[in-house]
C-alpha cells in the first residue's frame, strides 16, 4: 500500500470498473456525461473489485467464495497488478494455484485514528512543510506529474483519465505534495473503505506513498502521510491500513514511530512479469551488487523473460541471452558499439573533430600546449571550459576561467586527470543529455547543477548534506554533493557562507557543473525538444557510428532550435531518464524479436528524427 512498487491493473471489461468507462454517445454521436461508476462486483453480485488506475484492489472479504477470486485476479490486464487483500485464508487460495498466484513479501500495518475530528484548513489544502503544500489532485497535468514520480521510483503507472476520476470521487483521497515552484514532488492515495463498500470496520487503506528524491525536500512523505491520516479522522474512520515490503527497513521504522503496529492481513498477488522479482525464488546473483545503470537493463530483460548472468557486479556487467543469441552489455555498452565508435567517444578533441566535420555546430576550442597560446585563446573568447581530453563524471572540469592564472591553474587540474586537456571557449544555455539508441531520440533531460532551497531554519551547509543524502538514496550512492573549494566557492558568490541560514524559499546553485555524480538533478524534456536539435542528434550518432549513446549540448532552450555539442557519452546512464522507455529502448536494440511489457502509461513522445 506504501513505498512498495506502485500496483496496477486494467479490467477486461472497461465499462465495469471504477474509471475504465467507454465514451457514451446520443444519438447524434456527440459524447453525453459518463454515467457514475461505483466499485466493480463481479458477475452475481460476489465480491468488491477498485480499479485504482495502476491495477485492482479486490476486498476479499467481500467475497463469499474463493474460486471467485481467482477469477478476478487472473483477470489482470498486462502492464498492471492486481492486488487482493483482506482474504480469509489467502494461504489456502494460493496452495490451490502455486503457479498462479503467490503471497506478497509484504508486512501490514495499521494506525488506529483518533475518535475525535482533526481536518484540513477549510480550503481542503494544507502547509505542512516550508514551502511545501499538500493539496488534492485536480486534474490531467497533476496526474501526468504524480505518474511520472511513480516512474522514478519503478513504480507501475497509471492511466491519467483514471486517476483523474478516481480523484473526483469520495471513495479516494488522491493527495499531492506541491514545492514553492508550484511543481509535483510527493503523492499518496487513499482509500476509503466505507465509501467503496460500506466497511461494517469503518476503515481505509493507504497506496502509492512515494516522493521525488531528486526535489522532494525532507519530510515530505512523512507530511502526505500526516494529512491523509487527519483526512481520514475528519471522515471519521477508525484505522488506516497500509502494506509495505519486509526489505523496506527504513520505511517501517518511520511507521512504528509514527504509532502504526503489524497486523497479521497478508495480499495475494498474481505472478506476472512486473511482480517477478517478489516470488522467483531468486534474483541472479550478483544482482544486490548492481548499480541503478547496470540494475535497470537487468530488470527489462528479466521482465521480457531474457535470461540474465551477472558476470561482474561491482563493473555492471551482464550477459543476456535469448534463444541463441547472447550479448555482453555494461551498463548501456554493449558488443554492438565497436571499439572504433567508443574510442570517438572517449576523446573530446576527436568527437569534435568528427562532429564538425559532419557539419555539426561545436564551440571553438584547442588543446591547452601550457604556453602563451593558451592565453591567447582565453583573450580572444573571454571565458573557457578547461577539461580532460578523455575522463568522465565530471572529474577534472573547470567552468567559467577567466584569467591567465586561472587557466593555468585549471590545465594543472585537468591534467592530474589526461595529460591532454581542452580548452574550450566557454558558451552560454542549459545543460541538456539527449539519449539516442538506434539512430533515434528516445529521451532528452536537461541537467541542473546541485542546488539547495532554504527553509528559514537550516544553515547551508546542513541543506547540502540533507540533499546530498537525498540524492545519494535516489540513485544507489551514485550522485553525492561535495563539499570542496567549488561547492565553497560557489556559495561565496552568491553572497553567502556555508554556516548561514538560507531564507525560506530562496533557492541556491552550489555546484557550478550539472553532472549528476555531485549532485546535479536532471529534469526531463523529451515532449518539449525541438526538432532541429533532435535531427542533429541523429547526425551525430551517425557520424561516430554509435548505436547507444547520450550527446551533450548547450542550448538557450530545449524547445528552440539553437544549439552546440560539447561531447558524446558511449555509455549513458539510462536509469536517469525514467520516466522515458530508454532501457525498453535498449533491450529492443539487443534482442529486437522481444516485446516490452506494456504500459498504462507514457510520458510526452520524443521529438525523434530517423534522417
Known sequence: MSDTPATGTASTDPERVLGRRRERVGPGGDP????????????????????????????????????????????????????????????VLVSRLPDELFIDPSLTYRLRLPAGPAGPPADGEADALPGLRIRTLRDADDADAVNRIYARNGMVTAPVDVLVDNARTDRFLHLVAEDATGDLVGTITGVDHVAVFADPDNGASLWCLTVDFNTAPPGTGQALLTELTARLTERGRAFVDLSVLAENTGAIRLYERLGFYRTATLCVKRKNPINERLFLPATPQGYDLLNPYARIVADEAMRRGIRVEITDPEWGELRLSNGGRTIVTRESLSELTSAVAMSRCDDKRVTRRILTEAGLSVPRGRTATGDDADAAFLAEVGRVVVKPARGEQGNGITVGVRTPEALATAVA?????????????????????????????????????????????????????????????????????????MTRDVVAEAGYELRDVLPEGTVLAVRRTANLHTGGTIHDVTGELHPEIAEACVAASRAL???????????????????????????????????????????????????????????????????
Do not use: K
Not at 454515467?35 to 473489485?49: F, H, L, N, S, Y
Not at 538506434?438 to 533531460?445: I, P, R, T
Not at 551533450?552 to 555509455?571: C, G, K, Q, S, Y
Open 545 to 611: 557510428d554509435i548505436p547507444v549513446t547520450g550527446v551533450d549540448l548547450l542550448v538557450p532552450a530545449p524547445d528552440r532550435p539553437e544549439h552546440v555539442f560539447i561531447e558524446a557519452n558511449e555509455r549513458p546512464g539510462l536509469a536517469n531518464h525514467e520516466p522515458q522507455p530508454t532501457a525498453e529502448r535498449f533491450v529492443d536494440l539487443l534482442f529486437p524479436g522481444t516485446r516490452a511489457p506494456q504500459r498504462l502509461w507514457s510520458p510526452a513522445g520524443a521529438a525523434s528524427s530517423q534522417a
Open 413 to 485: 587540474l585537468a591534467r592530474g586527470f589526461c595529460p591532454d586537456v581542452l580548452v574550450e571557449e566557454m558558451r552560454d544555455g542549459e545543460d541538456l543529455r539527449v539519449i539516442v539508441i538506434d539512430h533515434e531520440v528516445v529521451a532528452a533531460a536537461v541537467r541542473r547543477p546541485a542546488q539547495v532551497t532554504g527553509d528559514g531554519v537550516h544553515d547551508i551547509a546542513e541543506l547540502i548534506e540533507r540533499q546530498s543524502r537525498r540524492r545519494a538514496a535516489a540513485t544507489g550512492g551514485e550522485s553525492r554533493i561535495p563539499v570542496d573549494d
Open 32 to 91: 453525453v456525461a459518463p454515467a457514475p461508476v461505483e466499485a466493480e462486483r463481479p458477475t452475481g453480485g460476489d465480491g468488491v473489485v477498485l480499479d485504482c488506475g495502476w491495477g485492482r484492489l479486490v476486498f476479499g472479504q467481500t467475497f463469499a467464495d474463493q474460486s471467485a477470486v481467482a477469477a478476478v485476479l487472473r483477470s489482470e490486464a498486462a502492464g498492471a497488478r492486481d492486488i487482493c487483500i483482506y482474504l480469509r485464508d489467502p494461504h
